[in-house]
C-alpha cells in the first residue's frame, strides 16, 4: 500500500519498499518509517554566531546536531555529501545518539542550547521534536536551521518547543526555488511568517549567488517582503557564494556585492543587516538603529566587545531584539 | 419479469457498484502520514560517539 507524506509541501506519495524525496522517510509495509531517528551523522558544539544567529545569547556554545537527508536538492548546497547521501551509501557513518543522549551531551559540555541544523531538521522532523521537547523539560533552549520548507500544521507544532530559528529565503522567485533548489517559494514565505507569528526569534539568510539572485531590484524585493511581513527588526544575513556540488561554474560572492546588497536592505528600512562567508568589518557588526553606535563587535565567531545592557543601547537606551540571556 | 422486479434488480446492482467503487477507492488510497514511526536499526554504518568538542566541518 502507498504512503503519503504530509510533513513538508512535496506531498510525496511513497510505493512499499521506496523513500521520499529527502530520501530517510521510507514506506515500510504500509507504514511511514524515519530511519533516521536518534542516529545523527554529525554532532559538534559550535559558536552560536556560526549559525548564523547574532541575536541570540551572542558568544554561546551550540550543541549541534544533523541527520543526512533533505527534502531540498539545492544545486548549490554547501553540505551536499550529508544533505543528499542516503544512510545505506554507507559513506555517511552515524552515531548512535537518541534525544535523551543528546540532552545528556548537551550538559556535559554546558551548552545552554542545541542546533538542529546542517542539513535540515524537517527532514528528521520526530527526532526534532522529541530531542527539543526533552531539551525544554532540561531547561535548554532549541534553535533550528531550516529552509522552511514544511507544511504548516507540523511546522506550528515543533515551534512550540522553538526559542529561535534562522531560516533561509533563497530568492523571491518561484523560478529560483524551482529551478536550483527543487522547491517552492510560497511554503518558505509562510513559514517564515508563522514562526514570527509565534514570537520565537527569527534570523533570514540570503545566499547571494552572482548572476542569479544578485540583482539590486530582487535583493531589494527581499528586504522590502521581510519588512513588511517579518518586521524591520528581523535580522537579515547576506552570505557568499562559493561553487561547489552541481554549481561550480559561477563565480564566489565579492564582498563588495555582499556590501552593496547589505546597503540596499538598510535602505530599505531593515535594522540589522549582516554579511556572512566572507570577512568584513561593518557587516558583522550589530548597530543600534536608534543613536548607530556599536553594540557587539564580531570578528569571525568571535565576540570582541558587547556593550548591550539588559538587552538596551547603553547609550540610548533602545530596546534591541534578540534573546541576550 | 415485472417493472417492479427489474426496477429492484437494478437498485441492488446500482448499490453493489457504488459499495464496491467505495471499498476499491479506500484501498487505493494512500495512507497519509505526518509524524513517522522510528526504525529501531540504522540501515547504514554506526560508529561510538567521540570528542563533539570540536567545531563542524558543515555549513551552518
Redesign the interface.
Known amino acids: 500500500?502507498?504512503?503519503?507524506?504530509?510533513?513538508c509541501p512535496k506531498l510525496c506519495?511513497?510505493e512499499p519498499g521506496q523513500s521520499g524525496e529527502c530520501r530517510v522517510?521510507?514506506n515500510?509495509d504500509?507504514?511511514?518509517?524515519?530511519?533516521?531517528?536518534?542516529?545523527p551523522c554529525?554532532?559538534?558544539?559550535?559558536?552560536v554566531e556560526?549559525?548564523p544567529l547574532f541575536h541570540f545569547l551572542p558568544g554561546s556554545s551550540i550543541?549541534?546536531i544533523?541527520t543526512?537527508g533533505c527534502n531540498l536538492h539545492c544545486k548549490n548546497c554547501?553540505?551536499w555529501e550529508?544533505s543528499q547521501a542516503?544512510?545505506?551509501?554507507?559513506t555517511?557513518?552515524?552515531?548512535?545518539?537518541p534525544p535523551e543522549?543528546l540532552i545528556a551531551?548537551a550538559n556535559k559540555?554546558q551548552c545552554p542550547s542545541i542546533?538542529y541544523?546542517?542539513t535540515d531538521p524537517i527532514v528528521y522532523?520526530?527526532y526534532t521534536y522529541d530531542s527539543a521537547k526533552l531539551a525544554h523539560e532540561a531547561g535548554m533552549r532549541n534553535v533550528l536551521?531550516t529552509a522552511g520548507y514544511v507544511?504548516e500544521?507540523?511546522w506550528k507544532k515543533l515551534l512550540q518547543h522553538v526559542d529561535a530559528a534562522?531560516i533561509d529565503l533563497k530568492a523571491m522567485t518561484e523560478d529560483f526555488y524551482r529551478q536550483v533548489c527543487s522547491a517552492t517559494l510560497k511554503p518558505v514565505q509562510n513559514a517564515l511568517i508563522l514562526a514570527r507569528a509565534s514570537e520565537i526569534l527569527v534570523e533570514v539568510t540570503n545566499l547571494v549567488i552572482p548572476t542569479l539572485n544578485d540583482e539590486p531590484e530582487q535583493l531589494r524585493e527581499l528586504a522590502s517582503w521581510i519588512k513588511m511581513n517579518l518586521g524591520a527588526d528581523t535580522p537579515l544575513h547576506f552570505s557568499g557564494f562559493y561553487p561547489r556540488y552541481q554549481m561550480r561554474n559561477l563565480p564566489a560572492t565579492s564582498l563588495r556585492t555582499l556590501e552593496k546588497a547589505r546597503k540596499i536592505a538598510m535602505d530599505e528600512g531593515l535594522n540589522y543587516v549582516y554579511i556572512g562567508n566572507v570577512a568584513s568589518k561593518e557587516g558583522q557588526n550589530t548597530y543600534c538603529p536608534a543613536c548607530k553606535n556599536l553594540l557587539i563587535e564580531r570578528s569571525g565567531y568571535t565576540i570582541l566587545k558587547n556593550r548591550l545592557r539588559q538587552g538596551r543601547c547603553p547609550d540610548c537606551g533602545k530596546e534591541i531584539y534578540g534573546v541576550w540571556r | 419479469m415485472t417493472r417492479r422486479k427489474f426496477v429492484r434488480k437494478l437498485a441492488g446492482a446500482g448499490l453493489t457498484i457504488v459499495a464496491g467503487a467505495s471499498w476499491f477507492l479506500k484501498k487505493a488510497a494512500p495512507r497519509k502520514f505526518i509524524r513517522a514511526v522510528g526504525f529501531k536499526k540504522y540501515h547504514g554504518s554506526v560508529r561510538p560517539l567521540g570528542d563533539i568538542s570540536k567545531q563542524g566541518k558543515w555549513s551552518g
Open positions: 500500500m502507498k504512503v503519503q507524506c504530509e510533513l506519495l511513497i522517510r521510507i515500510i504500509g507504514v511511514l518509517r524515519t530511519v533516521v531517528y536518534g542516529y554529525s554532532i559538534h558544539i559550535d559558536p556560526k549559525k550543541l549541534s544533523a543526512v554547501q553540505n550529508i542516503n544512510p545505506e551509501d554507507g555517511v557513518p552515524a552515531y548512535n545518539c543522549r551531551e559540555y542546533a541544523t546542517y522532523y520526530e536551521v507544511n500544521q507540523p534562522n
